[in-house]
C-alpha cells in the first residue's frame, strides 16, 4: 500500500504490576529508570533512554474510565537495550541485587538474558540491536 503513513518508532510500552511501591522501588533503585510521573494507584511513568516505559496497575486500567480499557495478567515481556560493553556488568549487577539470571540466549546478531520483575513479568536486556535491519 504506497499510500500508507510513516511511523517513525515505538514510543512507550506498557507492563502491569499488582504492588506499586515494590514496582517502583525495583525500576527506579535496581535497574536505575527516572520516574517522570505516577497517577497514585494506577500508574507509574519512566524515561528508559529515549523510550517511555509506563507501568500500570491492570485492574484500575481495565475500566476504562480515562483511556480506552486494557491490561494483562499472567507474565508480560519487554526486552531493554544496553550498551554492547555494559552488558556483562548489567547481568552481575542485576545478580548481586538478587535478581537471578533464567537464562541467555546467543541471537545471530547479538546476546540476550532473561530475568523476572517483581510481578513475574519477563524483561530480557540485549547488547545489540538482535532484530535484522
Known amino acids: 500500500m ?7 518508532g515505538v514510543l512507550e ?3 502491569y504490576f499488582t504492588d506499586e511501591e515494590r514496582t517502583n ?10 520516574l517522570v510521573g505516577r497517577e497514585p494507584g494506577r ?12 507501568l500500570f496497575q491492570a485492574e484500575e ?6 483511556l480506552p480499557a486494557h491490561g494483562a495478567t499472567g507474565s508480560v515481556h519487554t526486552c531493554f537495550l544496553v550498551p554492547a ?13 538478587d535478581v537471578p539470571v533464567i537464562r541467555e ?3 545471530p546478531l547479538g546476546l540476550s538474558f532473561y ?9 530480557e536486556i540485549a547488547n545489540n540491536d538482535i532484530w535484522p535491519s
Open 2 to 8: 504506497s499510500d500508507r503513513p510513516k511511523l517513525s
Open 105 to 107: 540466549i546467543e541471537w
Open 85 to 97: 560493553d555494559a552488558y556483562e556488568s548489567w547481568k552481575r549487577y542485576l545478580t548481586a541485587h
Open 115 to 123: 530475568f523476572h520483575d517483581p510481578d513475574g513479568n519477563v524483561l
Open 13 to 15: 510500552t506498557v507492563l
Open 43 to 54: 500508574s507509574l511513568f519512566y524515561r528508559a533512554g529515549k523510550s517511555v516505559f509506563l
Open 25 to 34: 522501588r525495583f525500576y527506579s533503585e535496581v535497574l536505575g529508570f527516572r
Open 61 to 66: 486500567t481495565i475500566k476504562g474510565n480515562t
